[in-house]
Structures are given as C-alpha cells and as structure tokens.
C-alpha cells in the first residue's frame, strides 16, 4: 500500500550538519501531516518536528533553532536538516505520515524503517 523509506543518516561529528529525507510511495491520495521521531537507546520514541499540509511546523524544545522540516508535497517527501548536531542527537530517526489512499475517507499514519544517527568524535 504505501512504504516510507528514510536516506540521509550517517555518521557525524558534534557540530555538523545532515539532512534526512523520506518518501512516501504507493497508493497515496493525500497526505496530511508527515513527521519525524526519534528513539535513543534505552529511551521512548519522541517527536522530533513535524509539518502540516499547509507548512505548519512543530518542533522539541531540544532541536529548536537548530532542525528545519520541509515538506515537497509534489514528491511526497518529508526533509529535516539538522545542525550544530550534538551527542545526544544520536539516535534512530523515523518518518511519519498520515495518508489517505484511494479509495478511502481517512487517513492512517505510517511509519518507515528508521535511519541511524550517530553524532561522535
């Protein structure tokens, strides 16, 4: 039906940049808000930013300032620069979307593998 599939991650050292991105394929009529998550090692899965259809964006206190999510509605494609990247930034980025595909009302959230991100000396 529809498969998100994350690229981007790798390893970095504290105070580098990456850009993650994520995209949506398959069966897709619309989309509505598409995210991402993150979960460290031993630590819940947590919402890093996440955009509206409309460009509205929501961020972790923990990232503000430092993260940019964009969205490519024509591509179905979710993006998160990040920045000045710390340790604690290390974790498994996962991408989010709420879809409806055709032949529906409603719209399911669905989730990709995860890319890992790993920020080191």
């Known amino acids: 039906q529809v498969q998100l599939v994350e690229s981007g991650g790798g390893l970095v050292q504290p105070g580098g940049s990456l850009r993650l991105s994520c995209a949506a394929s398959?069966?897709?009529?619309?989309?509505?808000?598409m995210g991402w998550y993150r979960q460290a090692p031993g630590k819940e899965r947590e919402l890093v930013a996440s955009?509206?259809?409309?460009?509205?964006?929501t961020y972790a206190d923990s990232v503000k300032g430092r993260f940019t999510i964009s969205r490519d509605n024509a591509k179905n494609t979710v993006y998160l620069e990040m920045n000045s990247l710390k340790p604690e930034d290390t974790a498994d980025y996962y991408c989010?979307?709420?879809?409806?595909?055709?032949?529906?009302?409603?719209?399911?959230?669905?989730w990709g593998k995860g890319t890992l991100v790993t920020v080191s000396a």
């Open positions: 955009i509206t259809i409309n460009s509205g964006t």
């Open positions: 398959g069966s897709i009529l619309s989309i509505n808000t």
């Open positions: 989010n979307a709420h879809v409806r595909t055709w032949g529906t009302t409603y719209f399911i959230a669905y």
